[in-house]
T-cell receptor, first 115, second 115 residues
Framework: GESVGLHLPTLSVQEGDNSIINCAYS??????FIWYKQESGKGPQFIID?????DKRQGQRVTVLLNKTVKHLSLQIAATQPGDSAVYFC??????????????FGSGTRLQVQP | GAVVSQHPSWVICKSGTSVKIECRSL??????MFWYRQFPKQSLMLMAT?????????EQGVEKDKFLINHASLTLSTLTVTSAHPEDSSFYIC???????????FGPGTRLTVL
């Protein structure tokens, strides 16, 4: 079936470096993507989202890139800090009959920031 | 911002008993809420969509008679794990979306341990 997956399960970076977390999706009809951060024992925290009519969107220290040609999504974190250490999930949003979106999550990448 | 809460944060129960988990939207109304389950070191899997005033929609492979969902009001959805078994031990997370918002806030999760 359709799925959303990640290339790298674990990413280790030095504090201050930029981080890039990748995600591949298989549903070409997907039109909405979200990146979440999840710290241990907590619920996912929204980071940034992007719609399929865009190929780039920037937030505070984060940038999401969408390449629909190869069905690839990436999250870039600038000047990575120890507080960025967490598991990051990409998710695909799909509309339900109610008009609301449910999310299909990728397998997650653990980001470890070394001091 | 939109906040979703869950209660309890964690629960330990004996095998064969039932456990109820509450999901509340604190500062907005939600006609639709979503229930996810997350096993250790795995991604979030959508279990069901909770619809206020109507029956929940379950994902394939999720037993509706085992995971009872009640969406009695616009701010509360409950998930009852009936006749819980050790394999039901997991992290249960709900989410809801305020009307018109791009974010999809998640609750903090409920850790269920079945002995």
């Amino acid at each position: 079936g359709e799925s959303v997956g990640l290339h790298l399960p674990t990413l280790s970076v030095q504090e201050g470096d930029n981080s890039i977390i990748n995600c591949a999706y298989s549903n070409s009809a997907s039109d909405y993507f979200i990146w979440y951060k999840q710290e241990s024992g907590k619920g996912p925290q929204f980071i940034i989202d992007i719609r399929s009519n865009m190929d780039k969107r920037q937030g505070q220290r984060v940038t999401v890139l969408l390449n629909k040609t190869v069905k690839h999504l990436s999250l870039q974190i600038a000047a990575t800090q120890p507080g960025d250490s967490a598991v990051y999930f990409c998710a695909e949003g799909r509309f339900m009959d109610t008009g609301r979106r449910a999310l299909t999550f990728g397998s997650g990448t653990r980001l470890q920031v070394q001091p | 911002g939109a906040v979703v809460s869950q209660h309890p944060s964690w629960v330990i129960c004996k095998s064969g008993t039932s456990v109820k988990i509450e999901c509340r939207s604190l500062d907005f109304q939600a006609t639709t809420m979503f229930w996810y389950r997350q096993f250790p070191k795995q991604s979030l899997m959508l279990m069901a969509t909770s619809n206020e005033g109507s029956k929940a929609t379950y994902e394939q492979g999720v037993e509706k008679d085992k995971f009872l969902i009640n969406h009695a009001s616009l701010t509360l959805s409950t998930l009852t794990v009936t006749s819980a078994h050790p394999e039901d031990s997991s992290f249960y997370i709900c989410s809801a979306r305020p009307s018109g918002a791009g974010d999809l806030p998640f609750g903090p999760g409920t850790r269920l341990t079945v002995l």
